[in-house]
């Protein structure tokens, strides 16, 4: 053996050595590491047999209780469960429908002064809603156009306006008026379409003086409708109407009160009263017999 392989002998044996411990170290560690993961699955494979013996132990428990309770205190227990939960329904009902009627009832009338009064304070108009421009009619164009004036500077509103269907009539009609069975005047009244009764002789055409009667009181009025021949075939015609502008006595027609501000027609013979007034005016035309 040469000098050389002699002086490495020993480092050689050293190094080997080391590395011998080093194995031996590892793999120390890896059979602790082993045993400690095996140590660690048999003591969960025991914590899992405790509690599936645990849960077996309480299911063989209460089927043991269940089987010895008697079917009768099963039942009766059952009964009792379902007469709390009646009770309970019942009371929890009825205290809904008490509190609904209590809503639903009425306010007190103290209350509806406040409320009539808080509706009107919030309907009153802001300084801005007067301060802009009221485009809403005022009815001061149709009372102008409506006014009378007389001479001495007075006016009157009529109370009547004649509708679209207003005509003038073709026959010759008149008014004979009668006063005690006696003839005192006739009146011609073919001339235009309506004509205005009352005591106000600035716009009355038929003026009438007796106390019962209004300043305006009726108007007659002559109107274009259709009308039904015997053979079923409608053809127009201009028939008299009288209509009562809701005076203080009424107007009657044959002894009998018409209804106020309605249409009412005249046939030839009627005999027409205004108020109280004893005086009769009866309706004629040319061709009356």
Same mark, same amino acid.
């Given at each position: &053996? ?10 050689? =044996? ?40 645990? /849960?077996? /132990?309480?299911?063989? /428990? ?20 379902? /007469? ?12 809904? %429908? ?25 309907? !009153? ?5 007067? &301060?802009?421009?009221? &485009? ?39 008014? =004979? ?12 009244? #073919?001339? #235009? %379409?309506? =004509? ?15 106390? %019962? ?36 006595? +009424?107007?009657?027609?044959?002894? !009998? ?5 309605? =249409? ?10 205004? +108020?109280? %007034? ?12």
């Amino acid at each position: &053996m040469s000098r050389r392989s002699r002086s490495r002998s020993p480092r050689r =044996y050293t190094q080997s050595r080391d590395e011998f411990r080093n194995s031996d170290a590892r793999g120390h560690d890896s059979k602790q590491s082993n045993h400690n993961r095996d140590h660690g699955c048999e003591s969960r494979s025991k914590d899992q047999g405790s509690s599936t013996r645990d /849960r077996d /132990r309480d299911y063989k /428990r209460t089927r043991r209780d269940a089987h010895e309770r008697s079917p009768r205190d099963y039942r009766e227990h059952d009964r009792e469960r379902e /007469r709390n939960k009646d009770r309970e329904r019942y009371d929890r009902e009825h205290n809904s %429908s008490r509190s609904q009627r209590r809503s639903a009832s009425p306010r007190s009338r103290s209350s509806r002064p406040h409320d009539a009064r808080s509706r009107s304070a919030s309907k !009153e108009p802001t300084l801005e809603d007067k &301060m802009k421009p009221n &485009m809403a009619p005022s009815g001061l164009l149709a009372a102008e156009t409506n006014t009378v004036k007389a001479v001495d500077g007075t006016s009157t509103v009529l109370k009547y306006n004649e509708p679209p269907e207003a005509r003038k009539p073709v026959l010759g009609w008149r008014l =004979y008026v009668f006063k005690d069975a006696e003839q005192v005047e006739l009146l011609h009244i #073919q001339r #235009q %379409s309506a =004509y205005l009764v009352g005591r106000d002789r600035l716009v009355a055409d038929i003026a009438v003086d007796h106390p %019962s009667c209004s300043k305006q009181h009726a108007a007659i009025q002559y109107r274009y409708v259709q009308e039904k021949d015997e053979f079923g075939s409608s053809k127009g015609v201009v028939k008299p109407f009288v209509i009562d502008l809701e005076s203080t006595n +009424g107007t009657s027609v044959n002894d !009998e009160a018409i209804p106020a501000a309605r =249409y009412y027609e005249l046939k030839a013979g009627d005999v027409i009263k205004f +108020g109280l %007034s004893t005086r009769e005016y009866v309706i004629l035309h040319d061709e009356a017999s």
